[in-house]
């Protein structure tokens, strides 16, 4: 009988990357039907064209450097990228805009650093700020919430992204935006006049980072990832907010549910942050990760130029993570400072 | 109830031991032959004693410890050792090996045999010896030599004892059923471990997954100073190091031994084989080994002789071979594959791993890293094995000894949680094995660079000589030259006549005659250029090794002149 000779371990957990990738999948689901109720079937078709384009950008890739299709589609990570980045860019978005953004994110950050595991920066991130770059107008045009105009039909949102040229859309300044722009009024009178705010945040925003928080929280009761990342981002978020709230005057930058409930904050927390290929690897250094991309987040979001922070904040912590990966290496058995008591 | 600490990471793998716990430990009687590795354990190789063609009784030496890191070995039954050959013996290496084949007669006579009648008058040394003796090494896996082991570094005191039952490999069920059936035996191994080492507290330590074990342990040690701890079963719980942070909360330091915090680690199997050695003078010549996997029809555990082929074994267990396409002795974490089943069961052999291709399906090919960090979150040691396995693909030495590689335990948690199927461990092994080679390479080139640097010295040295003695040379026949001038155009031809006259004179008068430059001169002169040459060297800041070459050839010249100024002086006054 003839005995095969392989190398221990000889058992296996039954995880596998397709899995891990399936279940983040699944996590973006309440997201992404509440970015459908509140801003029609935009969201949707970003994902789905998003998705078929990004297949066959991989799908060459692959072919170019001459990989198996077959064994490297199965993980699933080019799906999980191309449903992240259609998330991340505006309802009713042409074609041709998410074709770029999608051919960046998976060429470009993807497959000319090595493919899956070997990209330094968010391919997702990477596709969307390359867009925000080069086409600010399309990018910077978000449709208004349900409630606040009329909804597109399923028609109409498949005519904005296909045929853009015969859509005639509305589009509205977030709330974010508004708060930017906000010129000597104190957060009660801004919030009174100003439609777009509900309860806590942006009408239709508040729920949609609540859907993507519950996705988060299924994520991390799966043990997909851990906590570290997106507690201490949204903590250091919220204390920044906190910080700088100025009791809600003129100069205030929103209150910390505000920044909590708005942009792409539980998205980023949950989707983009925990992503672990280009973040930092340890336990410590994923808290300092986190806790730089929450600060950067407020910086921008208050002080720079951009609608929204979070694409740029996770590059950024992405060229910083080999750098807190070497300062947060955690203490390996035996090597105590007291020399033996653990 | 003592408190347990956890230790960072760690898994919970299926355990799969209740198929081989369904009978009581069966004996597995007398194969046709038995094969006996001198290398049972870790260190020297075993020394044969007998001849091929001899007759031995059971429990007769057959093989002396080859060095102090050894143990002897012993005939497990009687017969005819019929060879002294290369054979197959269970290593990862899978290279045969010197084994010592006894062609047994099957009727199992016995040597005669010398216990102690009370080991409580012997000192610890007399035990030691005997230990030693009985050719014990470490039942638990490792097969350290037990007497080495428990003699420690003179001088240590032992503060705990820890008796390891824990057996947190999935199948493995061998010390679990010892532990269930010959608890007592367990405990009078113990009691004679706590009579050598003195420790001051004794701790045997095992999961909560052995409830029948539990309960026959802490009937057997009540009234005694053993103290049963059991904790959460988590794989690996029963690593020497990860035993010892649960049970005192305490960290064997990085390339240290247990026994520098006071703590000495055995194994349950281990103290029953002391105990047979000292109470009944019996040598360890078999142990339990659980034979299980689903390509066996009825998994269990034997009471086997040292040396039965693992085919007798598994041919008792009823081994499917067509089902089984990989046999593992140990366990599936870190055990390792077996290629014949002619291979024998040896003094480590805990289990025999059969399984079939649907329990352990060969492993898939190996998936990009995402570095999601389960591996880190498994790691007993607290390691970033993705990190570790970056370096590794990349060669980078000295990045993976920074990040604490040889502080792995090759437990395999990390391959196990490994969404993407990669061998980390492998990686590891195949890394440390490259980084132990490049420091013999480097020590090696270290040894040539410094017979180098010693040979450009001494080079140096002899060149100084030579020319000190050319320099010397070429004074002395100015010296003459200029004692030619002075003898006014002398006929040089005649004055050599005048000389050699001279000299046969003074040969008959009895006379030396003094050399036209004496010696001690010529010396002088030497030891003026040496001086001289030393002190331009040391003005124009030439090499160290130049200098101290150059002050040497000084002193040589000092000590010449002294002993010719001597010799002169004596001839003198003769």
């Known amino acids: ?342 | 109830m003592r408190r347990v600490h956890d230790f960072h990471g760690g898994i919970h793998p299926a355990e799969n031991k209740h198929q081989s716990l369904q009978q009581p430990i069966r004996n597995a009687g007398i194969p046709p032959q038995l094969i006996l590795p001198l290398s049972q354990h870790i260190g020297a190789p075993a020394r044969p004693v007998v001849a091929v063609g001899e007759q031995v009784l059971k429990g007769q030496l057959i093989a002396e410890p080859g060095g102090h890191v050894s143990v002897p070995l012993h005939a497990p039954t009687s017969g005819m050792v019929s060879a002294i050959e290369d054979r197959p013996i269970p290593h990862p290496s899978g290279f045969p090996a010197p084994c010592i084949v006894i062609d047994c007669d099957q009727e199992d006579r016995w040597a005669p045999l010398q216990g102690v009648a009370n080991y409580r008058d012997c000192e610890a040394t007399e035990l030691l010896e005997l230990i030693r003796a009985g050719g014990i090494a470490g039942m638990g896996g490792a097969g350290f030599p037990t007497a080495v082991k428990l003699a420690g570094k003179p001088g240590r005191a032992v503060k705990t004892l820890i008796i390891n039952g824990t057996e947190c490999e999935p199948y493995i069920t061998a010390d679990d059923s010892l532990m269930r059936e010959r608890a007592t035996d367990i405990v009078e191994g113990i009691a004679i471990l706590q009579h050598i080492l003195q420790p001051q507290e004794v701790l045997l330590g095992l999961e909560d997954n052995k409830p029948e074990a539990i309960a026959a342990l802490r009937a057997a040690t009540a009234g005694s100073t053993i103290e049963v701890v059991t904790f959460p079963t988590k794989y690996p719980s029963g690593g020497e190091k990860q035993l010892i942070e649960i049970l005192t909360g305490q960290q064997v330091p990085s390339g240290g031994l247990p026994g520098d915090i006071g703590i000495v680690c055995q194994n349950v199997g281990t103290a029953v084989a002391v105990r047979d050695a000292i109470c009944h003078g019996r040598p360890l010549l078999s142990r339990i080994t659980t034979v299980t996997g689903d390509a066996v029809e009825a998994p269990q555990n034997f009471e086997v002789l040292l040396g039965t082929p693992m085919q007798y074994l598994l041919e008792l267990a009823g081994l499917h071979p067509e089902r089984c396409k990989r046999l593992v002795m140990g366990g599936p974490m870190m055990g390792f594959t077996v290629t014949t089943v002619q291979a024998p069961i040896v003094k480590t052999t805990n289990c025999i791993l059969a399984p079939t291709a649907a329990e352990l399906p060969p492993p898939p090919p190996a998936q990009p890293c995402i570095r999601c960090g389960l591996c880190a979150e498994a790691c007993p040691a607290s390691l970033l094995p993705q990190q570790l396995f970056w370096f590794a693909q990349g060669k980078e030495f000295e990045k993976l000894e920074q990040h604490k590689l040889f502080d792995c335990i090759e437990c395999g948690a990390c391959s196990w949680v490994c969404p993407s199927h990669i061998p980390l461990v492998q990686y590891y092994r195949a890394s440390k094995a490259d980084i132990l080679e490049q420091r013999r390479e480097h020590a090696k080139s270290e040894q040539a660079r410094q017979r180098f640097e010693a040979r450009q010295v001494r080079l140096a040295q002899e060149e100084e000589e030579r020319e000190a003695k050319r320099a010397a040379r070429k004074a002395a026949a100015e010296k003459r030259a200029e004692l030619a001038a002075q003898g006014d155009a002398e006929d040089p031809i005649q004055a050599a006549i005048e000389r050699a006259k001279a000299k046969k004179a003074a040969q008959q008068d009895g006379q030396p005659v003094a050399a036209s430059v004496s010696p001690e001169a010529a010396l002088r002169q030497k030891l003026a250029k040496a001086e001289q040459r030393l002190a331009q060297s040391v003005a124009s800041g030439e090499d160290a090794k130049i200098v101290s070459a150059l002050e040497a050839s000084v002193e040589r010249l000092k000590g010449k002149l002294a002993e010719a100024e001597s010799a002169a002086t004596e001839s003198g006054a003769t």
């Open chain 1, 1 to 342: 009988m003839a005995l095969m000779r392989v190398s221990s371990p000889h058992a296996h957990g039954s995880y596998s990357t397709g899995m891990v990738m399936r279940q983040v999948l699944l996590a973006t689901l309440p997201g992404v039907f509440m970015l459908t109720l509140f801003f029609g079937f935009g969201t949707l078709i970003n994902v789905a064209w998003a998705c078929l384009v990004g297949i066959a950008f991989e799908s060459l890739a692959l072919f170019l450097r001459g990989r198996s299709l077959t064994f490297y589609l199965k993980d699933c990570s080019a799906l999980v990228t191309c449903v992240l980045l259609g998330i991340a860019l505006p309802p009713y978005a042409p074609w041709w805009l998410i074709a770029v953004g999608v051919a960046a994110a998976i060429l470009m950050a993807k497959q000319l650093y090595g493919g899956l595991g070997y990209n330094p920066f968010n391919p997702a991130m990477v596709g969307y700020v390359v867009l925000l770059i080069s086409f600010p107008v399309q990018m910077t045009a978000w449709a208004p919430p349900r409630g606040l105009a009329d909804v597109p039909n399923l028609w109409e949102a498949l005519q904005a992204c296909f045929l853009p040229a015969q859509f005639d859309g509305v589009t509205m300044a977030t709330p974010l935006d508004i708060l930017r722009q906000n010129q000597g009024l104190l957060m009660e009178d801004l919030w009174a006049q100003t439609p777009q705010f509900g309860r806590w945040a942006g009408i239709g925003w508040e729920w949609v980072n609540l859907a993507f928080l519950a996705g988060g929280l299924w994520l991390l009761y799966r043990r997909i990832f851990t906590w570290h990342a997106p507690v201490a981002m949204l903590a250091s978020l919220t204390l920044m907010s906190a910080l700088f709230y100025a009791g809600g005057s003129s100069s205030s930058g929103g209150s910390p549910l505000f920044h909590l409930l708005s942009g792409a904050t539980m998205f980023g927390a949950f989707f983009i942050v925990t992503d672990p290929v280009s973040s930092a690897v340890s336990v410590r250094g994923r808290l300092v990760f986190g806790a730089l991309i929450g600060v950067l987040v407020y910086l921008i979001r208050v002080w720079g130029n951009y609608p929204d922070a979070v694409a740029f904040a996770v590059l950024i912590a992405n060229f910083a993570a080999p750098f807190i990966d070497h300062y947060t290496q955690p203490r390996v058995y035996g090597h105590g400072k007291s020399g033996g008591t653990g």
